[in-house]
């Protein structure tokens, strides 16, 4: 079956980085769009990153500069870097995959559990 299983949260200090990762089974893995989401408490889930299955790129602008998405082809594995993390950055944060390409939560067709990232200032 389809699984998308999230690691590498924590809580961090502000100025810290984290790299998260999310292992696929269970589908083509190479051919979807995969992307990270986030949602805050009390806030709706929002596109950080996606990449295409061609090695496209896109990042929300809350994203540019401190966060870093790749993907390994080979291990079936989505990552996320994140530099200088920010107490903004606390949230839940998935991966997921679309056959489309986009950051808009609603094409997606498959989505992991989550990994909690906490950021104190």
């Known amino acids: 079956q389809v699984q998308l299983v999230e690691s590498g949260g924590g809580s961090v200090q502000a100025g810290g980085s984290l790299r998260l990762s999310c292992a696929v089974s269970?589908?083509?893995?190479?051919?979807?769009?995969m992307a990270w989401f986030r949602q805050a408490l009390g806030k709706e889930r929002e596109g950080v990153a996606g990449?295409?299955?061609?090695?496209?790129?896109s990042y929300a602008d809350s994203a540019k500069g401190r966060f870093t998405i790749s993907r390994d082809n080979a291990n079936n594995t989505l990552y996320l870097q994140i530099n200088n993390l920010k107490p903004e950055d606390t949230a839940m944060y998935y991966c997921?995959?679309?056959?489309?390409?986009?950051?808009?939560?609603?094409?997606?067709?498959?989505w992991g559990q989550g990994t909690q990232v906490t950021v104190s200032s």
């Open positions: 997921a995959a679309a056959r489309r390409w986009g950051l808009i939560a609603e094409i997606y067709d498959y």
């Open positions: 269970g589908f083509t893995y190479a051919t979807y769009c």
């Open positions: 990449i295409d299955s061609d090695g496209s790129i």
